[in-house]
């Protein structure tokens, strides 16, 4: 949605290999999120970032995917030795508030990645 | 931890008919819940929200929802659905004294036949 660019919007990539998702977000957000959905599921829970706070990773499925912010800007999610299992669409989500002001999020378009 | 559960997975209904998706959470203290619908090819968008007062919630586009705390249910409803509100519809929550990190259920595909 407007506030919130990801790229690429598509993405295949061989099993094995490294790739970078990148979300672009609206300056003044106070929180980013980033989840995961698979192929009729959910979507599900990865990292949390806000302010200076450390991120919360408690949603990462393994050691193979890492986030990071830039400031109060970018994020890049890496998946390190992509498998199958991680072909999905991310989604990158921006709170305009702050969190407990639950006014929901703002979605980006999402990157649907396809590992073959 | 908390956790989301709507029961149908896929509705099929004709336009005019009257739609209800079911929603219900786990969470021990007090929640905001939302409903979020992603049309096809489209973002995902906020449909309604409750955090307190009136237990039934409006939203856009004819939607409406009933928060029942006794049940831990938020389920969705529309008396009268058309065409366009085939999509899929998720159902969310956040506890108040968390970050504001969101919950979703599996989500619910809805296809209205014309």
């Known amino acids: 949605g407007a506030g919130v660019s990801q790229s690429p919007s598509n993405k295949v990539t061989e099993k094995g290999k490294d790739v970078e998702l990148r979300c672009d977000p609206i300056s003044g957000h106070t929180a980013l999120y980033w989840y995961r959905q698979r192929l009729g599921q959910g979507l599900e829970f990865l990292i949390y970032?806000?302010?200076?706070?450390?991120?919360?990773k408690s949603g990462l499925p393994s050691d193979r995917f890492s986030a990071e912010r830039t400031g109060e800007s970018v994020s890049t999610l890496t998946i390190q030795r992509t498998q199958q299992e991680d072909s999905a669409v991310y989604l990158c989500a921006i709170t305009l508030t702050g969190p407990r002001t639950y006014y929901g999020y703002t979605f980006g378009s999402g990157t649907r990645l396809t590992v073959v | 931890a908390q956790s989301v559960s709507q029961h149908n997975h896929h509705v099929i209904l004709s336009e005019a008919a009257s739609l209800e998706l079911g929603c219900n959470y786990s969470y021990g203290g007090t929640v905001n819940l939302f409903w979020y619908v992603q049309y096809p090819g489209q973002h995902l968008q906020l449909l309604l929200k409750?955090?307190?007062?009136?237990?039934l919630v409006k939203g856009i586009k004819g939607f409406e929802a009933e928060f029942i705390k006794s049940k831990f249910s938020f389920n969705l409803r529309k008396p009268s659905v058309q065409w366009s509100d085939t999509a899929e519809y998720f159902c969310a929550v956040t506890g108040s004294s968390n970050t504001g990190k969101l919950i979703f259920g599996q989500g619910t595909t809805l296809q209205v036949k014309p």
């Open positions: 970032f806000q302010g200076n706070s450390a991120p919360d």
């Open positions: 409750y955090f307190s007062g009136d237990p």
